[in-house]
């Protein structure tokens, strides 16, 4: 039971460059969420999807989309990575609707020079 | 003023006392609460769920919630050199039913 997993674990990028990271759970949740992870800054919500087919926007989306593929995974894009997104990423995904219990992937690591 | 606050730390205790970490919101109408530990390097994993006034026991965690007061605290007894961890804070904030807000956590250190 692999629960949420993310890829990939660690990517340096150039300013301007593209990436997507990916998210998969095998829990049929139906919620699945993109945080990013800043030192003395806490969990800051990116996007969220709370069902197939749908997603919203959180607390600090700008520079980023998602895609909702299919009721297991969850994509987020970098179309023109800056600085200011180096972070760590956690994709996460819960049972219901509404905010309940997450259950967080190991993460990914961004650094963007 | 941040939605849920908690006291950065780090904080220190020896080993085999009880730790005492504390979170404020400011959403009066916040239902749920949550408590997740956080290992250096590793992801978020949930501790104990809070949604009622009083406090909820598991194992040698304890939730306390004062919807009054607006804040939720953990406590850790007999804690552990395991216990060193960030602990999370988060709160369903009213309004935004489908996000969970998180503090930016307390570093507790247990020391042998």
């Known amino acids: 039971n692999a629960g949420v997993t993310q890829t990939p674990k660690f990517q340096v990028l150039k300013t301007g460059q593209s990436m997507t990271l990916q998210c998969a759970q095998d829990?049929?949740?139906?919620?699945m969420y993109w945080y990013r992870q800043d030192p003395g800054m806490g969990l800051r919500l990116i996007y969220y999807?709370?069902?197939?087919?749908?997603?919203d926007k959180g607390e600090v989306p700008n520079g980023y989309n998602v895609s909702r593929l299919n009721k297991r995974e969850f994509s987020l894009r970098l179309e023109s990575a800056a600085p200011s997104q180096t972070s760590v990423y956690f994709c996460?995904?819960?049972?219901?609707?509404?905010?309940?219990?997450?259950?967080f992937g190991a993460g990914s690591r961004l650094t963007v020079l | 003023q941040k939605e849920v606050e908690q006291n950065s730390g780090p904080l220190s205790v020896p080993e085999g006392a009880i730790a005492s970490l504390n979170c404020t919101y400011s959403?009066?109408?916040?239902?749920?609460f949550f408590w997740y530990r956080q290992y250096s390097g590793k992801s978020p994993e949930l501790i104990m769920s809070i949604y009622s006034n009083g406090d909820k026991e598991d194992g040698r965690f304890t939730a306390q919630l004062n919807k009054a007061s607006q804040y939720v605290s953990l406590l850790i007894r007999d804690s552990q050199p395991s216990d060193s961890a960030t602990y999370l804070c988060a709160v369903a904030i009213s309004g935004s039913a489908r996000q969970l807000t998180f503090g930016s956590g307390t570093q507790l250190t247990v020391l042998p």
């Open positions: 829990m049929n949740h139906n919620s």
């Open positions: 959403d009066r109408g916040s239902q749920s």
């Open positions: 996460a995904s819960s049972e219901g609707s509404g905010a309940n219990v997450l259950t």
């Open positions: 999807s709370a069902s197939e087919g749908t997603t």
